[in-house]
């Protein structure tokens, strides 16, 4: 079945640093590919998405890539800021099947210190 | 434009009791999917409506229902609570097909004692 895999977190970094969250997927299909980011006491909110393989996804400074030879989706952000300490989720919809049904990765937990 | 809107926010029940939770889509929006958030299982997939009718459905048990009134609006019941329920549950919309993004609600906070 399709699932998504995110690498654990938290991640720590320092104000300005470079981030990047690895997300994986499998996939019978050619699904397209989503980021959300959670904040504390809040639902999700769409960061970015790709439909096909080879699309960029950007948004906020953020941006990734679909890489559909390496089944891949990373999240990359140049310099973050203590606003983007959050959860992070990778998440795929299946196009094959009707209706909208997303499956997450686990989310990581992005901390920023000043 | 407003956005999803779930009520209520929390809820506090007991084990067995049963429990309706409210989700308003965004204007427009005709689908409408509903997640369970738990520390230990991550996001989870309940079911999605779609023009009232079920489109899909996770895998929960039975106990975990859902509809789709006309206006789009939905509503998820959880009869004969357990412990286990304890969690966030959120509701997003969308306009349709799977290209499109699901936009979320803050989420009812369920807890069961």
Same mark, same amino acid.
């Given at each position: 079945?399709?699932?998504?895999?995110?690498?654990?977190?938290?991640?720590?970094?320092?104000?300005?640093?470079?981030?990047?969250?690895?997300?994986?997927?499998?996939?019978?299909?050619?699904?397209?590919?989503?980021?959300?980011?959670?904040?504390?006491?809040?639902?999700?909110?769409?960061?970015?998405?790709?439909?096909? =393989?080879?699309?960029?996804?950007?948004?906020? @400074?953020?941006?990734?890539?679909?890489? $559909?030879? %390496? &089944?891949?989706?990373?999240?990359?952000?140049?310099?973050?800021?203590?606003?983007?300490?959050?959860?992070?989720?990778? =998440?795929?919809?299946?196009?094959?099947?009707? @209706?909208?049904?997303?499956?997450?990765? $686990?989310? %990581? &937990?992005?901390?920023?210190?000043? | 434009?407003?956005?999803?809107?779930?009520?209520?926010?929390?809820?506090?029940?007991?084990?067995?009791?049963?429990?309706?939770?409210?989700?308003?889509?965004?204007?427009?929006?005709?689908?409408?999917?509903?997640?369970?958030?738990?520390?230990?299982?991550?996001?989870?997939?309940?079911?999605?409506?779609?023009?009232?009718?079920?489109?899909?459905?996770?895998?929960?048990?039975?106990?975990?229902?859902?509809?789709?009134?006309?206006?789009?609006?939905?509503?998820?019941?959880?009869?004969?609570?357990?412990?286990?329920?304890?969690?966030?549950?959120?509701?997003?919309?969308?306009?349709?097909?799977?290209?499109?993004?699901?936009?979320?609600?803050?989420?009812?906070?369920?807890?069961?004692?």
């Amino acid at each position: 079945g399709n699932s998504v895999t995110q690498m654990e977190g938290p991640v720590t970094l320092s104000e300005e640093a470079f981030l990047t969250i690895n997300c994986t997927y499998t996939a019978t299909g050619y699904p397209s590919l989503f980021w959300y980011v959670q904040y504390p006491g809040e639902g999700l909110q769409l960061l970015l998405k790709a439909t096909k =393989a080879d699309d960029k996804g950007s948004n906020k @400074g953020f941006e990734a890539t679909y890489r $559909k030879e %390496t &089944t891949s989706f990373h999240l990359e952000k140049g310099s973050v800021q203590v606003s983007d300490s959050a959860v992070y989720f990778c =998440a795929l919809s299946d196009r094959r099947q009707a @209706g909208t049904a997303l499956i997450f990765g $686990k989310g %990581t &937990t992005l901390s920023v210190s000043s | 434009k407003a956005g999803v809107t779930q009520t209520p926010r929390y809820l506090i029940k007991t084990r067995g009791q049963q429990v309706t939770l409210s989700c308003s889509p965004i204007s427009g929006h005709r689908s409408v999917s509903w997640y369970q958030q738990t520390p230990g299982q991550g996001l989870q997939f309940l079911f999605e409506y779609f023009s009232e009718t079920q489109r899909n459905k996770g895998n929960f048990p039975g106990r975990f229902s859902g509809r789709q009134f006309s206006n789009s609006r939905s509503e998820m019941n959880v009869s004969t609570l357990e412990l286990g329920d304890s969690a966030l549950y959120l509701c997003a919309s969308s306009l349709d097909s799977s290209n499109q993004p699901q936009h979320f609600g803050d989420g009812t906070r369920l807890s069961i004692l």
